[in-house]
């Protein structure tokens, strides 16, 4: 139809419902076009790609990526059918600048044969395929009943992984999971680590952000009654008050920080009242990062209030539910 425009949207499965709302904020008339698998939709709005993009990422924190539709290839799998879907798509790209090639299958044992047919195909055709990020991006995903194939400026999709699936090396030298959080958040909302100064870590056990924060050569306050993990403890830039955060905030001390991060357990609206007061112990050119955590129903309008609370000593850059989180959205703020 004239003016519309189908994107292939990734949220997390329980919250599918949520990203059509956020899209539907932006455009009244967005529709579902089908459900392709949990947490992975196919939404028609009358918004363009770039319009649609913006307005998600400044308030649309359950959608974790999308691409604008160009092909469709129905039936199973058959290469030849998406490298021709995938060349006449890439002819919206630009030759002169690389383009990322992502591709996901909803069945095993194909992802590596599409990357390859569809790389050899855009390289054929003068364009410059890399394996990493680019500033263009080539969407490809194979299910076993179609496939579909978009092209777009990375910054257009959300996010410049497929999917927002975002994964770090070495993780097992992570303390916990938790660590991916804080780093997917610093990638996603475009954060510059800090150079040298303190860190505030609150809710800190066992000790997964201190972890990231120390390796990034910051001194870390980790406040929490749980015991840190015994390779954190020694640490001689870490030091550990056993308390809550409840006590540790009415007892002003440790001066100023460089970066307040907040993973506590619990919900959106205690922690971000916990929250509130340390703004005037962040540094002007400071910022925070935390966790809303959020109840099964009316989530929306948990984070709404927590949000709305945290606004009279924080600016908040960005809202997103990211990969790493679960029923939860991160939050980066700046001093206001």
Not at 29 to 47: C, D, H, I, K, T
Not at 147 to 153: C, D, M, R
Not at 180 to 207: C, I, M, Q
Request: charged fraction near 20%.
């Amino acid at each position: 139809m004239e003016g519309r425009h189908a994107y292939l949207v990734t949220a997390r499965p329980d919250s599918w419902e949520l990203a059509l709302e956020d899209i539907r904020a932006v455009d009244p008339g967005a529709r579902l076009g089908a459900a392709v698998a949990p947490g992975l939709l196919v939404v028609v709005s009358s918004r363009d790609p770039q319009t649609l993009a913006d307005a998600l990422r400044r308030d649309g924190p359950f959608v974790r990526h999308l691409f604008p539709i160009h092909q469709r290839v129905a039936g199973s799998y058959q290469a030849m059918a998406v490298m021709a879907a995938a060349c006449e798509a890439a002819a919206s790209l630009d030759a002169s600048r690389p383009v990322a090639v992502q591709v996901r299958a909803l069945m095993p044992g194909v992802a590596g044969e599409v990357r390859a047919a569809v790389t050899r195909a855009l390289t054929d055709r003068g364009l410059a395929p890399v394996a990493g990020e680019a500033p263009q991006v080539l969407s490809v995903v194979v299910s076993a009943d179609a496939s579909w194939v978009g092209a777009s400026p990375t910054a257009h999709n959300l996010s410049s992984t497929a999917g927002g699936i975002v994964g770090f090396s070495d993780p097992a030298a992570q303390v916990s999971r938790a660590a991916g959080k804080l780093l997917e958040a610093f990638r996603v909302f475009d954060l510059a680590w800090p150079t040298a100064g303190r860190a505030l870590d609150l809710g800190a056990a066992p000790g997964g952000w201190s972890r990231v924060l120390l390796d990034r050569g910051l001194a870390v306050v980790a406040v929490d009654p749980a015991a840190l993990d015994d390779g954190l403890a020694r640490h001689p830039r870490l030091m550990h008050w056993r308390e809550t955060v409840q006590t540790y905030t009415v007892r002003p001390r440790d001066g100023q920080f460089a970066l307040i991060v907040n993973d506590m357990r619990l919900g959106a609206a205690e922690s971000a009242r916990l929250m509130r007061p340390l703004a005037d112990r962040l540094d002007d050119a400071g910022f925070g990062v935390m966790t809303l955590k959020l109840h099964e129903t009316r989530r929306r309008r948990q984070m709404r209030a927590a949000l709305d609370a945290l606004v009279p000593g924080f600016r908040v850059i960005g809202c997103r539910q990211l990969y790493h989180n679960r029923s939860e959205v991160t939050v980066a703020l700046a001093k206001r």
